[in-house]
Nanobody, 120 residues
Framework: VQLVESGGGLVQPGGSLRLSCAAS????????MAWYRQAPGKQRELVAR???????NYADSVKGRFTISRDNAKNTVYLQLNSLKPEDTAVYLC???????????????WGQGTQVTVSS
């Protein structure tokens, strides 16, 4: 199973970006999908999470600005980033709890990450 993120880049403060993360491989089911971020010198933190049923939760620092969504038919999770601030600068990583075909149980899978830089 592979997770591939896209959509990062350089944006000015107040701008927007949309990140995508597509899962591929021998997938039977995808449960919770999430976005994390890690800034230089800081610990990785959960940004947003969405269950297979569509329930969401967000870090307090991004509530009202970021929106997570998913397209189960495409095995893809999205993160809409609005009103971006310099402190949002980080590598954004996709995570998904996935059960592969012929496996006993689900495992957490990670993407390689996509850089988001907010600067004027």
């Amino acid at each position: 199973v592979q997770l591939v993120e896209s959509g990062g880049g350089l944006v000015q403060p107040g701008g927007s970006l949309r990140l995508s993360c597509a899962a591929s491989g021998s997938i039977e089911s995808i449960y919770t999908m999430a976005w994390y971020r890690q800034a230089p010198g800081k610990q990785r933190e959960l940004v947003a999470r969405i269950t297979s049923g569509g329930s969401t939760n967000y870090a307090d620092s991004v509530k009202g600005r970021f929106t997570i969504s998913r397209d189960n038919a495409k095995n893809t999770v999205y993160l809409q980033l609005n009103s971006l601030k310099p402190e949002d600068t980080a590598v954004y990583l996709c995570n998904a709890l996935i059960k592969e075909r012929l496996s006993i149980g689900p495992t957490h899978c990670w993407g390689q990450g996509t850089q988001v830089t907010v600067s004027s």
